[in-house]
């Protein structure tokens, strides 16, 4: 017999969790929290930027608390090739002071405070039936006669909560056996790796350990001051996108890469090749070098975005953060944290209203979820860069754009001992000199198209929304098409193999045996 459990069960005790589970003790409800990772924050990778104020929500000031390690007061932006680096950087006063914009944090700490907080929280307001249970496997989910979740199954034994809240991670399992994604996906996901490789890149990150006063006088920085650096890395082998990042926080350095799988597999091309030539290249060395490397972690990281998104609710469940695609990579900044905190915190407005309708958890109750993240910056954000992809996944931009800036830049400030060109005279020339004027353009126009367009139709009034979501929609089906199309002619093929392989080895056991030595005419004169 299943086990009555009260509240709402949040698999997943990241930031999109704890998040929602100090929403829902704020307004009194039950919560139990179970996280695989012992203690919370262990699974996730240490080092990021935790950009905005939605944990002011749950948490009045948090910044003066939190564990972050620095207030991000410079953003840049930088392209390498083999040889050079060039960068955009960006200061502004405002982001040194209270609330800030921003934060370098580390994982494993911020983590286990958000935990803190929610006990502490349900202490205060003596919410009962508060629990956060670190080390769990969620094993899987039981289902109701309609196939819609109804409980769990962890240590052999199901337990059945009021509503679920699904988060734990880009690589979720038990999102494949929720109603919240096609057959066509579940199959995709076990058959087919181009579908996986639409979904997500590869990162890998070192945390590197530093002197303080150090970390402050390579950076260029005030004391107590971080800087923001993503980059697009040039100088790998042609066709390899990636991009980089480097982080300061208090006294050592998040350095990582971002890998786009498909236009690496096929080449034995990985993470560690990427990361290992990142941080021996000449703009990256000043920063880290005598250092210590303290940790190394790989991760999975959502950028299918909408394109890719599950559906967002069901009869008693609803799905967040990374397991729901909500991570947003411009080539300019690298957000994920605050799209997971503002879709928990959404989460847990969702299930308490559900809660005081008489605990009315339908699929029609929790739909007001995505109107909510539909009304905040998450989907906004998602839906205006829904084809982001045409810019970032041009090679382009990953090998010849950078060396074309790299000449343009060493004609106008490197002084040869031959007259100067005007700036017009060297841009030109050397765009024209390079062969890719043609190329430029194209991608300018496709650049600007891509953002345009899914931006204006995403704010038409009342009905943006839901043109958006038609349109996502309609190229999620034509690409599982295709995939679906490549997966199985891969089976056939793989098959077809097979068969050949053994018509081979049986007809090699059937050849006749020769005694070794006999001549063909089978013995001697």
């Not at 996730?44 to 207030?71: A, Q, T």
């Not at 990150?205 to 970390?215: N, Y």
Request: some cysteine; charged content about 25%; hydrophobic content about 40%.
């Amino acid at each position: 017999m299943p086990e009555k459990m009260p509240g709402v069960c949040i698999i997943g005790g990241g930031m999109c969790g704890l998040s929602a589970a100090l929403k829902l003790v704020s307004e009194g409800i039950p919560v139990t929290v179970l996280e695989r990772g012992s203690p919370v924050g262990s699974k996730n990778v240490s080092g990021g930027i935790l950009w905005g104020r939605d944990l002011e929500e749950v948490i009045p000031r948090f910044w003066e608390e939190m564990p972050f390690e620095r207030p991000i007061t410079s953003k840049r932006i930088s392209l390498l090739t083999d040889k050079s680096g060039f960068t955009v950087e960006f200061k502004n006063t405002d982001w040194r002071k209270p609330p800030f914009a921003g934060f370098s944090v580390l994982r494993a700490r911020v983590d286990k405070w958000l935990a803190s907080k929610v006990t502490e929280l349900a202490q205060a307001r003596a919410v009962p039936d508060v629990n956060i249970i670190e080390g769990v496997l969620v094993e899987g989910f039981t289902y109701d006669a309609h196939g819609h979740v109804v409980g769990i199954l962890q240590g052999g034994e199901e337990l059945q909560f009021e509503a679920y809240l699904l988060c734990d991670g880009a690589n979720s399992r038990l999102l494949d056996e929720t109603p919240l994604v096609s057959k066509e996906q579940r199959a995709l996901k076990k058959g087919s790796r181009k579908y996986k490789m639409a979904q997500q890149e590869w990162g890998a990150k070192v945390i590197i350990q530093l002197d303080e006063k150090a970390i402050e006088e390579r950076f260029n920085l005030m004391p107590g001051d971080g800087v923001a650096n993503e980059m697009v890395l040039g100088f790998l082998p042609k066709g390899i996108r990636a991009g980089g990042f480097m982080y300061s926080n208090k006294d050592t350095i998040s350095l990582g890469v971002m890998l786009a799988m498909e236009s690496a597999w096929r080449r034995d091309f990985y993470f560690r090749d990427a990361l290992d030539q990142y941080i021996r290249h000449p703009y990256i060395q000043p920063f880290v070098r005598g250092g210590e490397e303290v940790e190394y972690a790989t991760h999975w990281a959502p950028i299918g975005g909408i394109n890719w998104m599950p559906e967002l609710f069901d009869d008693r469940l609803l799905v967040g953060g990374d397991t729901a695609q909500m991570l947003l990579s411009t080539g300019l900044n690298i957000e994920g944290m605050n799209y997971a905190i503002k879709s928990g915190l959404l989460a847990g407005a969702t299930f308490a209203d559900a809660w005081r309708a008489g605990k009315n958890f339908s699929a029609a109750a929790l739909s007001s979820y995505e109107r909510r993240l539909w009304n905040s910056f998450v989907l906004q954000d998602l839906a205006q860069f829904r084809n982001i992809d045409q810019i970032t996944g041009n090679p382009r931009l990953f090998y010849d754009y950078p060396r074309l800036i790299e000449s343009v830049f060493s004609k106008i400030v490197w002084p040869t001992g031959q007259p100067k060109k005007t700036f017009g005279e060297s841009i030109g020339l050397t765009i024209l000199g390079s062969g890719l004027a043609p190329q430029l353009m194209a991608d300018g126009a496709k650049a600007a198209l891509s953002e345009l367009v899914p931006a204006s139709i995403a704010r038409i009034p009342i009905l943006g929304p839901m043109l958006t979501k038609e349109l996502v929609t309609r190229r999620r089906r034509r690409m599982l098409r295709v995939l679906y199309h490549d997966m199985k002619k891969d089976e056939g093929e793989r098959a077809m193999r097979a068969v050949e392989e053994k018509a081979d080895e049986a007809q090699a056991r059937a050849a006749p045996a020769h005694p070794h030595g006999a001549d063909a005419g089978g013995g001697h004169a």
